[in-house]
């Protein structure tokens, strides 16, 4: 469906784009171009919310495998290696201990490498990609414009 070529003039009249000064023409751009670049941000700001959200859960992830291996190590160290030391050295105690705490913690660690990396690349791919095709859409209507002279 082809654009409607006129255009609203003074008082709510229609014209044809062709009998518009070049003034009207100049500002009808500026409008549309203020627009676009007013919808483009919106657009940047919505993709960039939703990866924050992504960004901060993965960082929350490592924030919490942080502190469960700090506090589990310690108090699975102080119980299970006094339990442990009942029915085993207390050097085979302390490295069955350390081990488990440890990958627990390196679950959480992963879990939350992959809540980070869904956020890569951090540009707003969308609102990039809209503005390029704006751009060259623009471009292409200067050349096209240029050449009927």
């Known amino acids: 469906m082809a654009p409607d070529p006129s255009v609203r003039v003074g008082e709510g009249r229609a014209a044809p784009a062709e009998t518009l000064s070049t003034s009207d023409l100049i500002s009808r751009a500026t409008e549309q171009l203020s627009t676009l670049v007013r919808d483009e941000l919106a657009l940047a700001r919505a993709e960039l919310v939703a990866k924050g959200r992504h960004a901060g859960l993965g960082g929350g992830l490592f924030g919490g495998a942080a502190v469960l291996g700090l506090y589990g190590l310690a108090l699975l160290l102080v119980l299970a290696v006094v339990l442990l030391d009942l029915v085993w050295p207390l050097w085979l105690a302390v490295l069955t201990v350390m081990v488990?705490?440890?990958?627990?913690?390196?679950?959480?660690?992963?879990?939350?490498r992959r809540q980070l990396r869904a956020t890569t690349p951090l540009a707003p791919q969308e609102a990039v990609s809209g503005v390029t095709a704006d751009v060259d859409a623009v471009r292409t209507a200067f050349r096209e414009g240029r050449s009927h002279e």
């Not at 488990?100 to 939350?112: C, E, P, T, Y």
């Open 100 to 112: 488990v705490v440890l990958a627990a913690a390196g679950v959480l660690a992963l879990l939350g």
